[in-house]
């Protein structure tokens, strides 16, 4: 007959060649063929709407559950990385299992959560697509279209404005705004020059980097006469910024 699951009872009867009879006490003893189950993972550190997190160090909580023999132990490992143990919860957090301390890899990884009972049967789940990047951007020495404004530039129709360039770079998330400042604490919200790339324009970022073009307009720079400073931003889709080299020019209409 085929047992089932669960906590069985083998009662056992000796006898002698005279017919005299003894029971012994019943021996209790487990099946258990069934893994462990799981059910809700979660990462609850803080990530982009893109889903990039800017810190490497996770925090990593799963539910599993075994209605036979219980939980052995519960385990975790990054990529290819070594065998961690995650923590049992107690009271109203009983069958959670978790870690405040998950290292991952700049980049994509993976973990791999595996649930051992107490029959050494084990259930295994994988967490895919988990992106860190905890890199500020790259932003190349600025370089402008002309380094003197002059009158006669300031009279052409064809003259629209000074353009400020660079190259910017974020092998991770990506660039996802630049601007120009006229100072080291300039803010995107505060200036006046300034643009959000397109999802094309991160992802060129990422590869080649993006060359950021971003123009002062004729408007500007009239009756502006004297040396003027800028620093190009960078920021990436994690919020980290990056400040260039001060770049110069000069408006001179004298």
Known sequence: TELSDGVLSLNVTASDYLGNKKELSPVLFYKDTTAPKFGENTISTEKTAEG???NSTLSLSVNVSDTETGIS???YKVGDGSENTLTPGTGDNEGIYSS???????????????????????????ISDIK????????SSPETSSSLVNKTA???????GLAITSTVKDAGSGV???????GISETYETASYKASLTSEQTSESRIDGYAASLRIPKSALTDADGIHTYYLFAQDETGRT????PVQFTVDTT
């Open 73 to 75: 132990r519960v385990t």
């Open 132 to 139: 860190v990047d905890t890199t500020s951007p790259t932003v």
């Open 242 to 245: 990056t400040v260039s080299s």
């Open 154 to 160: 300031l009279n052409e129709e064809s003259f629209t």
């Open 52 to 54: 990039w997190y800017k």
């Open 100 to 126: 405040e301390n998950v290292v991952c890899a700049e980049g994509e990884n993976t973990i791999t959560i595996t649930a051992t009972n107490k029959a050494g049967l084990s259930s295994e789940i994988t």
């Open 176 to 182: 996802a705004m630049v601007w120009l400042g006229t």
